[in-house]
Structure formats: structure tokens, C-alpha cells
């Protein structure tokens, strides 16, 4: 089945130490998204691609970098995790076309980031 | 700036009761709106969407620009309805917000 693969699913780091966590999509969808969700809150956007261009949502810190070699994959690297980073990330794809259609996302299971 | 608000954190309604989730959006322009469900442990999935005016699993949810809302309705809830729920909205440059959801239960 086509579908959005986050790996790892669950993810323990430490104070400092650079992680990365990863996403793919078999939907070869053109867009690609970041989302943080900490417990009890909204999904929180920090970036997405729309093919092979970076946008940066403006409250994102800098601390969040992602990468994107292909359109199947994508990359969130966390250069130097704080305790205020353990979250939830979801990865998401959408795919864009003529300005009627609607750019639903479909979304990965999310990687569990613990920070220690 | 706010752009989705669910006014409601939880909600618990009676089996076969009458649903609604509130939804309001602060948008220029004309945005699309769309429910996202959560069933415990799967992942977040679309439930639908106002340009579609489709229903699905009998909930419905109409786009009222006057009043900038998108409330999901059901007539009569089911227990399998006790779930997260989100709402969100489209707008330029594939940008994509959410509101903070409603947890609702079912009460059996």
C-alpha cells in the first residue's frame, strides 16, 4: 500500500547530542511536511517542501534543519536537542496541482522524541 | 495570529445523541477547511473536507464564510466516534494550520 514510513517510531536522545529523523513516502507526492505536536497541542507546521524548495515556517527555530535528497525521502535534523524538543513529529505529503484541488495530507504514524 | 480555533479541549456526548464540534478560522482570501480524525493509536487521518461536501462515516461539516466557521456534526454518535479531532485549513504557498483538537468520547 502507498503510504507515509516514519523511522524510528520511537527515538531517545541526549541534551545536545544531534538527531535525525526520517520519512519517506511511496505517494510520490511533491510535497513533503514537518509538523512538532507536544502532548495536548495542535500539530505545529516547521517546514515543508514543495519539491525541491526549502519553505521555513517563521517561528521555527534554527535548531531544526530537514533535508530532502529525492522526493521520496526527507530528513529532520535536531542539532542540538533541549528538553523542550521532546515531542511528537509528524511527517506529511501532499500533492499540489491546478489551484481547484484541494492539497489534502496524508500523514506518517510520527517518530516519539525523547530528550534526556 | 490565531487562524483555527476549536473552543471545546473535550466534548462527551451520550451514545445516539446529536454531535457537534466547533470549528472557527481567521483567514483573507478564501482558505479550504478540513477535519482530521485520530482514533487512539492510528495515525492522524483526513475525515473530510468542505470542498467535497461529501459525508463520511455520517458526519458533515458545512463551510459558512459569513460566520468563518466549519462545525462537524452527527446526528447520532456512535462509540467508534470517540476519538481526536482536528480541524485545519489550507492556505497560500501550501501552508497548513491546525486547530488544538477536541477529544470527543462517547459515552456508551
Known amino acids: 500500500d502507498a503510504m507515509v514510513i516514519q523511522n524510528p517510531r520511537y527515538q531517545v536522545t541526549q541534551f545536545g547530542k544531534p538527531v535525525t529523523l526520517s520519512c519517506s513516502q511511496t505517494?510520490?507526492?511533491?510535497?513533503m511536511y514537518w509538523y512538532q505536536q507536544k502532548s495536548s497541542q495542535a500539530p505545529k507546521l516547521l517546514f515543508h517542501?514543495?519539491?525541491?524548495?526549502?519553505?521555513n515556517e517563521a517561528d521555527t527555530p534554527d535548531n531544526f534543519q530537514s533535508r530532502r535528497p529525492n522526493t521520496s525521502f526527507c530528513f529532520l535534523d535536531i542539532r542540538s536537542p533541549g528538553l523542550g524538543d521532546a515531542a511528537m513529529y509528524l511527517c506529511?505529503?501532499?500533492?499540489?496541482?491546478?489551484?481547484?484541488?484541494?492539497?489534502?495530507?496524508?500523514f506518517g504514524p510520527g517518530t516519539r522524541l525523547t530528550v534526556l | 495570529a490565531q487562524r483555527v480555533t476549536q473552543p471545546e479541549k473535550l466534548l462527551s456526548v451520550f451514545k445516539g445523541a446529536p454531535v457537534e464540534l466547533k470549528c472557527n478560522y481567521s483567514?483573507?482570501?478564501?482558505?479550504?477547511l478540513f477535519w482530521y480524525v485520530q482514533y487512539s493509536r492510528q495515525r492522524l487521518q483526513l475525515l473530510l473536507r468542505?470542498?467535497s461536501r461529501e459525508s463520511i462515516k455520517g458526519f458533515t461539516a458545512d463551510l459558512n464564510k459569513g460566520e468563518t466557521s466549519f462545525h462537524l456534526k452527527k446526528p447520532f454518535a456512535q462509540e467508534e466516534d470517540s476519538a481526536m479531532y482536528y480541524c485545519?485549513?489550507?492556505?497560500?504557498?501550501?501552508?497548513?494550520?491546525f486547530g488544538t483538537g477536541t477529544s470527543l468520547t462517547v459515552i456508551p
Open positions: 506529511a505529503t501532499s500533492r499540489t496541482g491546478a489551484a481547484h484541488v484541494y492539497n489534502e495530507q496524508f
Open positions: 505517494l510520490n507526492h511533491n510535497v
Open positions: 517542501y514543495y519539491d525541491k524548495d526549502f519553505n
Open positions: 483567514y483573507s482570501g478564501s482558505p479550504e
Open positions: 468542505h470542498i
Open positions: 485545519a485549513l489550507s492556505g497560500t504557498g501550501n501552508q497548513f494550520y
